[in-house]
């Protein structure tokens, strides 16, 4: 199983953007999935996590508001649409496949899955 995100990119504070993570081989739609960050010099964190119907979503607090993680099943791609991006939010991207149907602590154990990661970096 091969998880590519994509989407990443440089962009002044205040713009948008969404990123994209698509399986291939293997479905996402049994599984929960989650987007984390990593700034230089800092822990990867969880920002947004997704259930597998979607029906239930979790979101870090510093982006509550302006991101929305949303699913496309038959498309098998999971999406992180970023609103109001700021200088804070310039990081790498991953997607992470969740073991779990549901959302659970972000614990890497829980995670079967890792994307390679995109770069999104927001500069005036």
């Known amino acids: 199983v091969q998880l590519q995100a994509s989407g990443g990119g440089l962009v002044q504070p205040g713009e948008s953007l969404r990123l994209s993570c698509t399986a291939y081989g293997d479905t996402f739609s049994n599984h929960a999935v989650d987007w984390?960050?990593?700034?230089?010099?800092?822990e990867?964190?969880?920002?947004?996590?997704i259930n597998w119907s979607g029906a239930t979503a979790y979101y870090e607090d510093?982006?509550?508001?302006?991101?929305?993680i949303s699913r496309d099943?038959?498309?098998?791609?999971?999406?992180?649409?970023?609103?109001s991006l700021k200088p804070e939010d310039t990081a790498?991207?991953?997607?992470?496949?969740?073991?779990e149907k549901y959302i659970t602590t972000s614990d890497p154990n829980?995670?079967?899955y890792w994307g390679q990661g995109t770069l999104?970096?927001?500069s005036s």
Do not use: E, I, W
Request: aromatic fraction near 14%; glycine fraction near 6%.
């Open 36 to 42: 984390f960050r990593q700034a230089p010099g800092k």
């Open 73 to 83: 099943n038959p498309g098998n791609t999971v999406y992180l649409h970023m609103n």
């Open 92 to 99: 790498v991207y991953y997607c992470a496949r969740s073991k």
């Open 44 to 49: 990867r964190d969880v920002v947004a996590a």
């Open 120 to 122: 999104v970096t927001v």
């Open 62 to 68: 510093s982006v509550k508001g302006r991101f929305t």
């Open 110 to 112: 829980n995670y079967d």
